[in-house]
């Protein structure tokens, strides 16, 4: 007999963290994962003007996005994961109907809307996905939470069914994620005022903001460079990519072999620096080599032409490129904070950034700004942002946050560790055992304080 309570053992439980991860990937998988072949297409492709309009079009999107973005984490407070998805699931739908509708039709006015619908309802969908990532996962995972959602990226069917309320989270050591309270407006508008003004977050703004910023202009050279079945094969292979390229960087960034966490990070932010300063670089110069000016007729070169190989192999390495460079943000960001409800502020402060970036670019790229200059903004800004990642991980990121905040339940391991190693004591503890009661519901509401005090950092 259904008694109302979901279960607390079992690997394919739908309140699991990993599987309340599973399903979010899946979701991207139905959703973004196919506005991001047609955006690498232009607008699918089809039409002269196509790639115009898919650049006008996404100015549009995520110039509503960024006001959105940073909102939604408030909006997942109150709404909680399962609603705020479905509802962001709705702008896909449109917008891929809207794109079908200018390549049969011609008129802009459809696909401009759905744009616009698009930057609201997506910012309610990955600032979901951004708070899964973050808050479900200990902190030994949250790379591989990240990764698994790249790797993965209907839908809405999906989420109504398979999505569960964040306090019904369980872990597979039995124990829930926090204590969740009823949300308050002021509490929820102050807390974002203060995640605005939190000086690590004002540092981590420019990272945010170049996390994506290398679509617009990769998907124009694309589309201007290469005949359209050419590049719908660098658009496949773009994709592809991104499989197993995150896959390598979780590896690293969750490597118990590598014994500090900020060390882990700031290996991460190493690798993908590299491949990121050397693939812009190596892009600037190709297009400087080679005269790829949009002003000019497009050379339309096909995969079976001699100079289709060093614009492909730059093109897909601006994939991991996408891919990574936003993963070590996000990463970081995770680093700060075991606490859910910062946890949702933080990813929509981070969608937010992100958009603005991507407003941006694309507005660039509609003004028909040349290659060129777009690659030398882009290099320097890269720079900048990773300058940023660095000193926020060696500054603010600790070894771990357990027993630092006041409604976070500690995992079991996370607890054993600590104990055996002396940086707690037997009333932190205890302090445990009161929260998970409180979060099964065993006791009423009680004043929960952190156990900071026992913990040696």
Not at 183 to 208: F, R, T, Y
Not at 417 to 429: H, I, N, P, R, S
């Amino acid at each position: 007999m259904w008694t109302g309570k979901l279960p607390v053992k079992g690997r394919f439980r739908r309140n699991r963290p990993f599987n309340q991860n599973f399903v979010m990937g899946c979701i991207l998988f139905c959703l973004p994962g196919i506005y991001l072949a047609l955006t690498g297409l232009g607008a699918g492709g089809g039409r002269p003007s196509s790639q115009h309009v898919a650049s006008l079009t996404n100015s549009i999107l995520y110039g509503v996005y960024t006001f959105f973005g940073w909102c939604a984490g408030t909006i997942l407070n109150y709404l909680k994961p399962r609603y705020t998805i479905a509802i962001g699931a709705l702008g896909y739908p449109l917008y891929v109907g809207s794109l079908w509708y200018y390549d049969r039709i011609g008129v802009e006015a459809f696909p401009l809307f759905a744009g616009a619908f698009l930057g609201f309802t997506a910012a309610l969908l990955w600032t979901s996905s951004g708070f899964i990532q973050f808050a479900y996962a200990e902190e030994k995972d949250k790379a591989k939470y990240i990764t698994y959602q790249w790797v993965l990226t209907s839908a809405i069917v999906m989420d109504l069914l398979l999505i569960v309320d964040p306090k019904d989270v369980v872990r597979d050591d039995g124990r829930h994620i926090a204590i969740f309270k009823e949300p308050n407006l002021k509490e929820e508008l102050s807390g974002v005022l203060a995640v605005m003004m939190d000086p690590k977050i004002i540092i981590l703004l420019l990272p945010m903001y170049v996390g994506e910023v290398c679509l617009a202009l990769t998907s124009s050279i694309n589309s201007y460079y290469f005949n359209l079945r050419t590049r719908s094969l660098n658009n496949l292979l773009f994709q592809a990519i991104m499989i197993p390229a995150p896959i390598a960087l979780a590896w690293v960034m969750d490597n118990p072999r590598i014994m500090s966490r900020r060390n882990r990070g700031l290996s991460g932010v190493a690798i993908v620096g590299t491949i990121t300063m050397a693939s812009t670089a190596g892009l600037l110069g190709w297009v400087m080599r080679n005269n790829i000016d949009r002003s000019l007729t497009s050379p339309a070169v096909d995969w079976t032409d001699s100079a289709f190989a060093s614009g492909f192999v730059l093109y897909v390495l601006s994939g991991i490129v996408y891919a990574c460079f936003q993963i070590t943000v996000q990463w970081t960001l995770s680093a700060l904070t075991n606490d859910p409800v910062l946890c949702a502020r933080y990813a929509g402060a981070f969608k937010g950034t992100v958009s603005l970036g991507m407003c941006i670019s694309f507005t660039i790229d509609a003004k028909s700004v040349s290659f060129q200059t777009q690659l030398v903004v882009d290099l320097v800004l890269y720079a900048a942002g990773l300058a940023c990642l660095v000193y926020v991980i060696m500054v603010y990121v600790k070894d771990t946050n357990y027993f630092l905040e006041s409604d976070v339940i500690v995992p079991a391991y996370a607890e054993e560790k600590a104990l055996a190693q002396g940086d707690v004591q037997q009333t932190a503890v205890e302090e445990m055992r009161l929260r998970e009661a409180v979060a099964e519901g065993k006791t009423g509401s009680v004043s929960v304080a952190p156990a900071s005090s026992d913990l040696t950092l």
